[in-house]
């Protein structure tokens, strides 16, 4: 089960902890992986582990240009492209009231835009071969909202609307759109709280700790994988019970 | 009948799995056809691939006949 030998996938943000679980499970299934993200040095590090089966595509996902160029440049590293994971992703805090325009257009063009365009690139190859798995990578707040983040919880949204869409349009192809949304997960993210924001946190989580990028990770496995093919336009939540659909 | 008119009529003729004599210069792809919107996306995909000619979005859009397909792959593929 959940064999993902032969498939060529493309992970962004695969230097993040999340998006580095998410490469290096992809990989353990069996998959070729392309991976991508801003810091070279940082990518190649995660390659020299993986060992085989391994691409490394930089792309700054906040450069439109680049942006164009990521989805063509895996195609042609992996031969072709069977699994997209949009996970890269930043925050640019701030309370509604003081939030400025680039601290808004900056999340949205990472978080969103970019998925869009990646998805739509990858989507015509996907469409050809007759088959597809694009996971997008939201984020609780997206659902419930979080005080601080209007960007973040906007952009985190506005992926599970996309993916609904592209998911009615091109489920008749046997390309499933899905997204996977994770809760408070042991990142370096997380790690920069104190131990004050950490109990405050954990008094909300049924499960009573964080989770791990590693259970992030299995739910893209699932999604990606050819026995979850019935399975699209959903938001499959990593959260620990800290809220429930 | 031309070179290019025989190529697209095999290529609609294949990708919707219609009759071969349907498939005529007047038949619009999606009232006559059969097809729906994201079959004439992959038809148009199909048609860049055979001739190797890149069709802009804005040309697609203007492509919903057969005849259509044909007179703008005649216009725009080198011989």
């Not at chain 2, 009948?1 to 799995?17: F, N, P, T, W």
Request: aromatic share 4%; glycine share 10%.
């Amino acid at each position: 089960m959940f064999e993902l030998k032969g498939r060529k996938a493309l992970v962004t943000g695969a230097t993040g902890g999340i998006g580095g679980a998410i490469a290096r499970a992809l990989h353990a299934r069996g998959a070729e992986v392309a991976l991508s993200g801003t810091r070279r040095e940082a990518l190649e590090k995660l390659a020299g582990e993986l060992g085989e089966r391994v691409h490394v595509v930089p792309a700054n996902l906040a450069d439109t240009a680049e942006v164009e160029a990521l989805v063509p440049a895996a195609e042609q590293a992996l031969g072709g492209l069977d699994i997209l994971v949009n996970n890269a992703g930043i925050t640019r805090d701030n309370l509604f009231m003081r939030m400025k325009d680039e601290e808004w257009d900056a999340v949205i063009a990472v978080n969103l835009t970019s998925a869009f365009r990646l998805s739509r690139a990858a989507v015509k190859g996907m469409m050809r071969r007759r088959f597809g798995r694009i996971v997008g990578i939201g984020s609780i707040v997206g659902a419930t909202g979080n005080p601080g983040q209007g960007n973040y919880a906007a952009a985190k949204a506005g992926l599970v609307g996309m993916t609904k869409a592209l998911a009615a349009e091109v489920a008749s192809r046997s390309i499933t759109v899905n997204c996977v949304a994770p809760g408070f997960i042991e990142t370096p993210m997380t790690d920069a709280l104190n131990d004050k924001q950490r109990e405050s946190i954990l008094g909300n989580v049924p499960a009573g700790r964080l989770g791990t990028g590693e259970e992030v990770a299995a739910a893209v496995v699932y999604l990606a994988s050819d026995e979850a093919a019935y399975v699209t336009g959903q938001t499959l939540h990593v959260n620990g019970g800290m809220a429930m659909f | 009948m031309s070179d290019i008119a025989e190529r697209v009529k095999k290529i609609v003729v294949e990708h919707l799995g219609v009759d071969a004599e349907k498939v005529t210069d007047s038949a619009n792809f999606i009232d006559d056809l059969g097809a729906d919107s994201l079959d004439t996306v992959e038809l148009v995909m199909a048609f860049e691939e055979e001739f190797s000619v890149e069709i802009p979005d804005d040309a697609a859009e203007t492509i919903v006949t057969v005849g259509d397909a044909i007179k703008f792959l005649e216009k725009n593929v080198a011989a």
